[in-house]
């Protein structure tokens, strides 16, 4: 029976709205330029790795830590005031129902994400209890495609990477599951990328899997 790990964002939830959001009030305020595409680049990404490749625009006086720091508390602040105004009703039903249906067939479910928000997101959707463990950002020291949040949930879960199939919307997540020696499988994003071992189109094509 293999275990499944998801990532959070781009997989169980669309949280990209709200990043793109947060990131333009402090960008705007701040000055630099910030638009769609530079967010796209951010889907995946750490906090501080996402605050980098938006001062690549920054024309001023170089930052320090500290001013990076406030930045990124800014942006989180934004952030999670957005996450707040999240219900139930944002997880779709065909990923609510497919997790039911993987945990009733006995499969173990880990959450695998780079956010320090997770355990906020996963109480505000009502999903926290279908899981079986937790990796996230607050859990690793080393970001996508770094194998570290996949290894860290295998753990967690008690289960070898062999046996863990991770869920991934973004290229560095399913590099990462590689690295892990998991199987990737490739939605949204990822569906279109050669690297994955499996690609789909529909959260509920995840029930052909894993048996
Ligand atoms: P936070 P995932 C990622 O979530 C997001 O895709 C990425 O845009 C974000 O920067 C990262 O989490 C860190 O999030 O600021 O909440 O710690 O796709 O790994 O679930
Ligand atoms: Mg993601």
């Known amino acids: 029976m293999k275990a499944f790990i998801f990532d959070l964002d781009g997989v169980l939830v669309f949280t990209d709205r709200f990043h793109y959001q ?4 402090m960008a705007d305020r701040i000055g630099v330029y910030f638009d769609e595409q530079i967010n796209n680049r951010l889907r995946g990404v750490s906090r501080a ?5 938006i001062l690549e625009r920054w024309e001023g006086e170089p930052l320090s830590r500290e001013e990076k720091e406030a930045l990124m508390e800014e942006k989180n602040n934004s952030y999670r005031e957005l996450l707040a105004t999240m219900t139930p ?3 779709a039903d065909d990923v609510r129902r497919t997790l039911d249906v993987l ?19 996963l109480q505000q959707v009502a999903l926290t209890d279908v899981f ?5 950002g607050t859990n690793i020291s080393r970001s996508k495609p770094d194998p570290e949040v ?8 008690g289960e070898e990477p062999d046996n863990c199939i991770v869920v991934e919307d973004a290229f560095a997540g399913i590099d990462a599951a590689k690295a892990a020696g998991m199987t990737g499988v490739g939605i949204g994003d990822a569906a279109g990328y050669e690297k994955a071992d499996v690609r789909i189109q529909n959260f ?7 048996r």
């Open 150 to 157: 996949f290894i860290k949930a295998a753990q967690f879960l």
């Open 132 to 136: 079986d463990a937790i990796s996230d």
């Open 89 to 91: 009703a944002d997880v």
């Open 49 to 53: 790795e996402s605050l980098e490749i």
């Open 22 to 25: 947060a990131w333009k009030k």
């Open 103 to 121: 945990k009733k067939r006995g499969h173990k479910l880990a959450i695998g994400s780079s956010s320090k928000n997770t355990k906020f997101i």
């Open 204 to 210: 509920a094509e995840l029930l052909e899997l894993g």
